[in-house]
């Protein structure tokens, strides 16, 4: 399960859910996304944070990470 924490426009913290890789994929890549200057304050992959940054680097950091590396 990957935990994505943000912050909003107004500083917000929010936090979505996805149950796989698929489905976190599919929701950076449709037309209507979060912005990419909102800051990811983290990424967790089965509770181990993996990813601090920005939105709009994400995607790029996904296609690329090596999941291997955790196990």
């Known amino acids: 399960m990957f935990r ?3 912050l909003d426009a107004y500083q917000v913290e929010r936090t ?3 149950q796989d890789y698929d489905e976190l994929m599919l929701s950076l890549s449709g037309c209507v996304t979060l912005p ?3 800051e990811v304050t983290s ?3 089965l509770d181990k944070v993996i990813y601090q940054g920005y939105i ?3 995607y790029r950091f996904l296609t690329t990470f090596d ?3 955790l196990n």
């Open 67 to 69: 999941f291997n590396k």
């Open 43 to 45: 990424l967790s992959y």
């Open 36 to 38: 990419d200057f909102y």
């Open 16 to 18: 979505l859910s996805y």
């Open 4 to 6: 994505l924490t943000y």
């Open 56 to 58: 709009g680097d994400l």
